[in-house]
């Protein structure tokens, strides 16, 4: 008797390897987001300033610092992973503007 194959949302997961030399993308603003081919695509950018020369002013500038491209069921998962956090940051700021002056 063989065994039944196991659906893949119940499979195990791989073992995470998370390898520091990967690297980071940091972002001020969210620029563009769509679907591309069903996928989601969010565009981030952050504000650089030119080095300053003699007297002038650095001038800014918005530049896009990265591409993010998600698969709808990464797209759900980073959606319900932000509504946790912001839940969270919510109650641990609720005792805070309720205590006694």
Known sequence: MTTPP???NQAPKPQLEDP???REI???EIVGIGSVHGNIAITLAT???DEPV???QPKARRVVTGRLVLT???AGQLLQSLQRLVAQIEA???PAAK???
């Open 92 to 94: 641990a700021q609720i």
């Open 47 to 49: 504000v650089r300033f």
């Open 6 to 8: 196991i659906p893949p």
């Open 54 to 56: 003699g007297s002038v």
């Open 72 to 74: 709808s069921a990464a």
């Open 20 to 22: 520091l030399n990967e």
């Open 99 to 101: 205590a006694p002056n």
């Open 26 to 28: 940091f972002a001020t």
